[in-house]
């Protein structure tokens, strides 16, 4: 049977679906429209209304270019897109980390190093491995804003910064100033030198203070070189405790030495003295005897024997006893022997 190429035809042409009829019928409201325009003008405007806290900054933008910085307060700024405003926290303590990036603050903590950031020389070209801490604060917002771009990226200005001050500071030291003596000074050298660098790029930023979080040589000579600091430190604390017994043995021995002094001095005016008496008593005497010899000859007895015989024994003899010794007791003495 042959095939009928009309009734094939005829089905190719008739549609497979149906389409359904839809009827659009829009009612405008001109009324409600004419009120809509208005509330949107006006809450366009009122976006322009923005709120700086007590430990923010605003800079506000137009088209983009920073045109004013406003203080913490109620504020007004013409609506996007002609005006934006940027909000900065100036009282925040931000924290940068240079030679290490802290994974997780813990506990426990954990940290990854960045050798390329801490490996550097010291002034007598010895290898070392430093990792410091900068905190700082956004003192001017608009200046933290535009004028350093990049300043808080890994990559940043700050972070450049940070580095260039710590290269440069520890390699103007040796190895043993950087290791044992001078870290407090160093903190202190690396701060007035990253804020320096800030202040010349005007980047805004108050640098409040710069810590020292590790300081030792690389690991592969870290156990030779911590026997060579522990001797040095023995060495260091071996001389404090000699120059601290001698601020102590020193004071003690002038208070000694002038005590001694001062006795001797007494002791000398005090002889000196008696020693004038003396000779003036025995002169006194000489010019009394030489005018009655006899009389003051006896007087002189007398007085030496009542100053000599209250403190001996004393016997009497009496003949009409036939020769026999008497002891004469002195009743007055009350220690008479």
Do not use: C
């Amino acid at each position: 049977m042959a095939p009928d190429f009309d009734q094939w035809s005829e089905r190719l042409t008739e549609p497979s679906f149906n389409i359904p009829q839809f009827n659009f019928n829009f009612n405008f409201n001109f009324k409600a429209i004419k009120w809509l325009i208005p509330a949107a003008i006006i809450l366009w405007l009122l976006s322009g209304v923005y709120i700086i806290r007590p430990d923010e900054q605003g800079v506000v933008r137009m088209f983009g270019k920073a045109v004013r910085s406003t203080e913490p307060g109620p504020h007004y700024h013409l609506p996007w897109p002609i005006e934006t405003v940027n909000k900065v926290k100036v009282k925040q303590v931000r924290r940068l980390e240079i030679g290490f990036k802290t994974i997780n603050p813990g506990p426990p903590a954990r940290y990854r190093f960045k050798p390329e950031e801490s490996l550097m020389l010291t002034g007598d070209e010895q290898i070392v491995d430093a990792q410091i801490i900068v905190q700082y604060q956004i003192k001017d917002a608009k200046k933290f804003l535009f004028n350093v771009r990049g300043l808080e990226t890994s990559n940043g200005a700050l972070k450049d910064a940070a580095e260039v001050a710590l290269r440069q500071v520890v390699g103007q030291r040796p190895i043993d100033d950087v290791l044992i003596g001078e870290k407090l000074q160093i903190e202190i050298d690396i701060r007035e030198l990253l804020q320096k660098i800030i202040d010349r790029y005007e980047g805004g930023i108050q640098v409040r203070e710069v810590k020292l979080q590790t300081v030792r040589p690389p690991a592969e000579v870290e156990r030779a070189f911590s026997d060579v600091v522990s001797a040095k430190e023995d060495k260091e604390r071996l001389i404090k405790e000699a120059e601290g017994y001698r601020e102590d043995i020193l004071p003690k021995a002038r208070g000694k030495a002038q005590s001694v002094i001062r006795a001797s001095e007494a002791y000398k005016a005090e002889r000196i003295k008696r020693s004038e008496g003396d000779a003036d008593r025995f002169l006194s005497v000489l010019k009394e005897y030489e005018k009655a010899k006899d009389v003051t000859r006896k007087r002189l007895y007398l007085e030496t024997m009542e100053k000599v015989l209250p403190s001996i024994k004393k016997f009497v003899i009496d003949p009409k006893t036939g020769g026999n010794l008497l002891q004469f007791l002195p009743l007055e003495k009350g220690d008479a022997k």
